[in-house]
């Protein structure tokens, strides 16, 4: 798994974030019509509150999964609550209709996780490293495995800690 300190930084403003956001949107906004949004958390709260409002979703629901523990290596996942029962009957109960947002595929193991629960959604990210690409359907930007993404929230004129941690 990569560090934080990685060579390969991808620093991503919060202008980027909203304009891949809306593009990720661009690429959603067929002819399928989504009854609902689970978003990953917590990195998935932005993208999904925009994809939401662009397609004018209002059924949107929350995955909380914990896999970074301290912003440097991914542990052990954790599903601290799950998808409600309401949502995975959508689409006779494997979740079609559903729209799946997450900020990022990674390893794909977060991926993997909620597509057994949901196995029929759309899983879309606005960014994809190598190992997660199989598992989400579509994504805007593709980095290496290598790379570390530091999201808007990760910055100020240097890497900001969160407050409670």
Known sequence: MVDARSDKAFPVSWDQFHRDARALTWRLSGDQKWQAIVCVTRGGL?????????????????????????????????????????????????????????????????????REMLPKAHYATLYSKPMGRPIVDTFITEVSQDTWIYFPWDMGLAFQPPIVG
């Open 46 to 114: 932005v993208p999904a509150a925009i994809v939401a409002r662009e397609l004018g979703i209002r059924m949107i629901e929350t995955i909380c999964v914990a896999s970074y523990h301290d912003y440097n290596q991914q542990g052990q996942l954790k599903v601290l609550k799950p998808v409600s029962q309401e949502i995975i009957d959508l689409g006779g109960g494997e979740g079609a209709g559903v729209l799946v947002i997450d900020d990022l595929v990674d390893t794909g193991r977060t991926a993997r996780l909620v």
